[in-house]
């Protein structure tokens, strides 16, 4: 048995959870305004607290590492590095995209189980609004069977595994060209066969309908690929962090550096 720490500061909402393995014990949201700086101890106190949990008792900790709200993700960061360094305990850091694309496949698992994965082709595509009219993404696949690089997090679901893999590098598009680009990312997808796509994150409520209409261009294009827009998965949640730090734990995967993840650090399109 394991315990485990998460914090989420990368957006507005303040989310803090305790976990014993991937069994959330306590979890705290401070969504009454945007200084995590001043209530980010006292949340985790209180987190601890419901928890019947200390400090003391942490085996490691897990940090979303962006992007997002640049100062509100630094802090997060600075404050699990601390206690990291007092402890001698490890720190898990997953980047914004592993977090939503996570969450989207538990909310969704039910729908998921429903296709016949191996003849069917099921994939996440957590869309971040990351300002300057850009969306950031990277694309995920579920599948029913171990083996592959980039396995993130796994889960058993009406006794069948599920595994969610990362199946491309990050990409930045503009919103304004976002519609005739996106398509060719998604020709990396073997839409020839049956394929559900899941759009999620927070860009699915700052542009809806250009998603929509992305959504209508795709299906008249490929008559194979069904696309659902998730909007129950607008924000991380840290509660994900306990179960991809768990996953990574007992299958032995280094943790990345703990540093902020900022969107500069990945594949422009259309950009020489």
């Not at 029913?144 to 396995?151: F, S």
């Amino acid at each position: 048995m394991k315990t485990i720490l998460a914090v989420d500061s990368t957006t507005e909402i303040l989310k803090i959870s305790v976990s014993d393995n991937d069994k959330i014990l306590s979890e705290q949201k401070d969504n009454k305004n945007r200084k995590h700086v001043v209530n980010i101890i006292n949340n985790i106190d209180t987190v601890f607290k419901n928890a019947g949990k200390s400090i003391k008792d942490v085996d490691l900790f897990a940090i979303n590492l962006g992007p997002g709200d640049f100062t509100g993700g630094r802090i997060g960061i600075s404050v699990v590095k601390i206690f990291s360094m007092l402890s001698g305990k490890p720190v898990y850091g997953f980047n914004s995209l592993d977090v939503f694309s996570t969450g989207c496949f538990l909310k969704n698992i039910k729908s998921i189980a429903k296709k016949k994965i191996g003849y069917d082709k099921v994939y996440i595509i957590p869309l971040m609004d990351v300002r300057n009219n850009e969306i950031y993404f990277s694309i995920y696949e579920v599948k029913n069977k171990k083996g592959y690089n980039d396995l993130i997090f796994n889960l058993d679901f009406e006794d069948q595994k599920y595994y969610l893999y990362k199946k491309t590098g990050n990409f930045l598009l503009n919103s304004d060209d976002f519609n005739k680009k996106f398509p060719q990312v998604i020709e990396q997808l073997d839409y020839k066969l049956k394929s559900q796509i899941f759009l999620t994150a927070n860009a699915i409520r700052s542009y809806k309908s250009l998603l929509t209409e992305l959504k209508d261009n795709i299906l008249a294009e490929h008559g194979l690929i069904r696309i659902e827009i998730d909007e129950k998965n607008i924000y991380p949640d840290s509660r994900y962090l306990n179960y991809l730090s768990n996953y990574s734990f007992d299958n032995n995967l280094k943790p990345v550096p703990v540093t902020p993840v900022y969107v500069r650090d990945f594949i422009t399109l259309g950009k020489k």
